[in-house]
């Protein structure tokens, strides 16, 4: 069974049809990425699989007992408002102090612990966010682009860790991404959404699709293909699609076409 799942999912606001028979499905320990042009339903789909927007019809079915950790697009702290990470991450709820440091671990930011939340930087923010998602050891983590405002590199790190806490903790990743040469590059599986599912499978297949390139145009080819030596590794998968892994491992050296954008990428990535 699928840990979450859409059928004829769609969704209204204000009157508006925002998203249409959308089905959906992520499995344990896969990594699936929503792509699509703003307006495009990509925020509202992942309120809706947490439970924050109700269906106008459809359905959505969860896993028994399904733990989500949710990272939110944006969070306003107040800037007057004395607070560190360490009360940050006990609200709304206590934690026990193990639980926040094995988080705060696992999002890669050991030493914040004591800093006031205003005084993080981007990336630094966004982590604590991902802690805070972890601390309930979700069997899903679902991202709202969590790596909006930060730089290249910035980003492939922050997708850097989420490859790692995939690893660590086996949970599946469901997120939203603008940074689609970077992101694609760490899915199992891309869905591109239009008000509707435009398209999906293997970042290569939906990458080549028609409805993609047309939303899209071809930009990204080049990095992507870098970007997939660059992750060219085995996933320790509870299970196995096998569309998702027919091309995961070809080593095609990409450098001849893509080397502007590529180096710079790449950099940031192994740097992280
Ligand atoms: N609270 C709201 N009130 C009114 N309309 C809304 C609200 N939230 C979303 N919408 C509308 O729903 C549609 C889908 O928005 P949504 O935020 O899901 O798209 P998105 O793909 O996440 O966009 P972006 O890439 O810009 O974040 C848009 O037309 C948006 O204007």
Not at 109 to 134: E, H, N, P, Y
């Amino acid at each position: 069974m699928s840990l979450i799942a859409t059928r004829n999912l769609t969704l209204r606001i204000g009157g508006q049809t925002v998203l249409r028979d959308v089905d959906i499905a992520v499995e344990r320990g896969e990594i699936v990425t929503i792509v699509g042009p703003n307006g495009s339903g990509k925020s509202s789909l992942l309120r809706a699989l947490i439970g924050a927007l109700k269906p106008a019809s459809g359905t959505i079915t969860r896993a028994a007992d399904l733990r989500i950790g949710y990272v939110p697009q944006k969070l306003q702290i107040d800037a007057t408002l004395p607070l560190t990470v360490h009360g940050f991450l006990n609200l709304p709820r206590r934690q026990p102090r193990e639980t926040i440091a094995q988080a705060l671990l696992q999002a890669g930011v050991t030493d914040l612990a004591k800093k006031q939340m205003t005084d993080l930087s981007g990336g630094q923010f966004q982590r604590v966010l991902l802690a805070r998602a972890l601390l309930n050891k979700p069997h899903i983590l679902i991202l709202d682009e969590a790596t909006q405002g930060l730089d290249q590199p910035g980003s492939a790190a922050f997708y850097r860790q989420i490859e790692e806490v995939r690893r660590d903790m086996g949970c599946a990743v469901l997120m939203v991404s603008h940074d689609l040469h970077v992101v694609m590059a760490a899915s199992d599986r891309v869905l591109c959404l239009n008000g509707h599912v435009c398209c999906e499978g293997t970042p290569e297949i939906v990458a080549d699709a028609p409805e993609y390139r047309a939303l899209f145009g071809t930009g990204t080819q080049g990095a992507l293909a870098l970007y997939r030596h660059e992750h060219s590794h085995s996933h320790d998968h509870a299970h196995d699609h096998g569309h998702t892994h027919d091309n995961d491992h070809t080593h095609d050296h990409a450098q001849g076409h893509t080397h502007g954008a590529g180096c710079n990428h790449a950099h940031g990535d192994q740097d992280a």
